[in-house]
Structure formats: structure tokens, C-alpha cells
T-cell receptor, first 114, second 111 residues
Framework: DAGVTQSPTHLIKTRGQQVTLRCSPI?????VSWYQQVLGQGPQFIFQ???????GRGNFPDRFSARQFPNYSSELNVNALLLGDSALYLC?????????????FGSGTRLTVV | DAKTTQPNSMESNEEEPVHLPCNHS???????IHWYRQLPSQGPEYVIH???SNVNNRMASLAIAEDRKSSTLILHRATLRDAAVYYC????????????FGTGTRLTIIP
């Protein structure tokens, strides 16, 4: 079975540009979460979506937005990129909105802003 | 979110047991204790979780103190593939879906 798939794997953007990152959850998983991991730190929660509705939002500016599609895949959008947005962006899926069963993470998208 | 405290780094010899400690003195009665690990160039990987009783799975064991203020992740026989950053995370089962990662413990396995 395929795990959590993220695309692209690497991306280089210029300050001020916009970027869209994509995530396909494990088949049957209805919850998708997004995390940002800056070098040397643990991942930080950005969003969680369940059944196409936002269920949680971390402490990130409005430049960050996301959505979940009917097939449970998800996109993370970041507008007006800053150098500080350079990070590994991780997507995690789970069977339900309750996390007791554990999240499965993808390998992430490495975003570099120059 | 309740806070966890872990050593920044640990070393262990290959094929020996590893005990990774985590302190969580402000844990509430409904908080689950989760462990994830992150291998180089990969996303975090679920290892194990528990509430009150000790837990075992194919990857590891989780020993939870009787007062639940600390826990220990036990790798019974470390291999080089266990070299990773290990995160201890508390998570409430009451709709708080996010994982709050700290800086974790970087485990180095010595051949």
C-alpha cells in the first residue's frame, strides 16, 4: 500500500512568490494535517482537515492556507513567501480526527525561498 | 499543551538495549503519551503510545511511571537503523488533534 505521498519533493521559490504543496493521504484516511519543520527544530502544526473541514489551525499567518478535496487529498498554499518560510513541509494522515491511532507522515516537501 | 522534557542527545552501542527518558510532570489524566521518531531525511514515524499501562509492540516498549509524570521508551536491541531523533509528545484525547513536538532526543548508535 502506498504511504502518504507529497509533491513536489523539493522546490525553490523567490521571495514574494506563491507556492502550492500537495498531499495524498493513505487510502481510507480522512484526516490530513500539515506541519512545518525548520532546520534543527521539531515540526510545528499548521493545519488539520477532516472531511474537508478545517479542524485546527496553528500559530501561522494568514499567508498560509489549505484545503481538502473530496478524495481527501490536500493542498497547502503559502502566499508572499518570506525567507523564513524555508523549511520542510510535512503532511500527515490519520484514519479519523482523533489521533489516538497515530499519524502517518510523508517524507515532506523541502521548500527553499531565495 | 502539557510540556515534555527529554535529553538533547544519547549514545548507545549497537545490539544493546536503549532507554530513552521523558519527563512530563504536568500531564493531565486524559493525556496520552506518544513517541515518534524521525530518521534522517524522512518525516516522523509513529513508534508507540500509551495512557497508563506499559505497552509493547514490534518496534519498542513504553514504560510509564505509576504517577505518569515520566515515561521511558525502550528499544530492546538497538541497530544502526534506530539512529534518529526521538520525540515524546503528550496528546489529549479530547479533540486536540495537533502534535506538539519539542526538540527531541538525538540517538546515536555506535557500531
Amino acid at each position: 500500500d502506498a504511504g502518504v505521498t507529497q509533491s513536489p519533493t523539493h522546490l525553490i521559490k523567490t521571495r514574494g512568490q506563491q507556492v502550492t504543496l500537495r498531499c495524498s493521504p493513505i487510502s481510507g484516511h480522512k484526516s490530513v494535517s500539515w506541519y512545518q519543520q525548520v532546520l534543527g527544530q521539531g515540526p510545528q502544526f499548521i493545519f488539520q482537515y477532516y472531511e474537508k473541514e478545517e479542524r485546527g489551525r496553528g500559530n501561522f499567518p494568514d499567508r498560509f492556507s489549505a484545503r481538502q478535496f473530496p478524495n481527501y487529498s490536500s493542498e497547502l498554499n503559502v502566499n508572499a513567501l518570506l525567507l523564513g518560510d524555508s523549511a520542510l513541509y510535512l503532511c500527515a494522515s490519520s484514519l479519523t480526527v482523533v489521533m489516538v491511532y497515530g499519524y502517518t507522515f510523508g517524507s515532506g516537501t523541502r521548500l527553499t525561498v531565495v | 499543551d502539557a510540556k515534555t522534557t527529554q535529553p538533547n542527545s544519547m549514545e548507545s552501542n549497537e545490539e544493546e538495549p536503549v532507554h530513552l527518558p521523558c519527563n512530563h510532570s504536568t500531564i493531565s489524566g486524559t493525556d496520552y503519551i506518544h513517541w515518534y521518531r524521525q530518521l534522517p531525511s524522512q518525516g516522523p514515524e509513529y513508534v508507540i503510545h500509551g495512557l497508563t499501562s506499559n505497552v509493547n509492540n514490534r518496534m519498542a516498549s513504553l514504560a510509564i511511571a505509576e504517577d505518569r509524570k515520566s515515561s521511558t521508551l525502550i528499544l530492546h536491541r538497538a541497530t544502526l537503523r534506530d539512529a534518529a531523533v526521538y520525540y515524546c509528545i503528550l496528546q489529549s484525547n479530547f479533540g486536540n488533534e495537533k502534535l506538539t513536538f519539542g526538540t527531541g532526543t538525538r540517538l546515536t548508535i555506535i557500531p
